[in-house]
């Protein structure tokens, strides 16, 4: 089987044929852009050799390995799930000065660190903004125990912050 090396010159009479063969592959045009840029790197990297049936089938074969590589990375690559959006109550305001902003930060790092019954209370009540009783209706227990609840949240949050 006779082989010819392939000759750089002669992509570029191929490049219409090859971006066509990309967007039928990737159904974008900028991905397709990128698949013939990728392929085009890989091939020209070093010398190649060609079989008889051609530079355009090497190239569209090339093409198709490339696609197909592309498709396993993007396989192996861990999936990324959408950020929720923040409550815009437990982040700093953007607009606040640095400072502020890292004390905001902290305080809610410090209520983060609290046991849950107490976060769950300050939550409600300081951050929120319910009354007493709303809280207690919220998360089901009696007013009393909001109160309680809210008063050891409190002296915990004084404390750590006096002590950083």
């Not at 006779?2 to 971006?19: F, G, K, Q």
């Not at 967007?23 to 190649?48: G, I």
């Amino acid at each position: 089987m006779p082989t010819e090396p392939l000759n750089p010159d002669t992509i570029a009479a191929h490049m219409d044929s090859l971006r066509r063969a990309a967007r039928a592959m990737t159904r974008s045009h900028h991905d397709a852009e990128d698949l013939v840029q990728d392929m085009l790197v890989k091939v020209l990297a070093r010398p190649r050799q060609i079989g008889p049936a051609g530079t355009a089938a090497y190239l569209h074969q090339a093409l198709r390995n490339t696609h197909i590589s592309r498709l396993r990375t993007k396989d192996r690559r861990p999936q990324l799930a959408p950020l929720e959006p923040e409550d815009a109550r437990l982040v700093a305001p953007a607009h606040a000065e640095p400072v502020e902003q890292l004390h905001t930060r902290e305080l809610i790092a410090q209520i983060h660190a609290l046991p849950t019954a107490q976060r769950e209370v300050i939550a409600a009540v300081d951050v929120a903004g319910l009354a007493y009783n709303e809280a207690a209706d919220v998360l089901q227990i009696p007013i009393g125990t909001v109160m309680s609840r809210l008063h050891r949240g409190r002296a915990r949050l004084q404390s750590a912050y006096a002590a950083a």
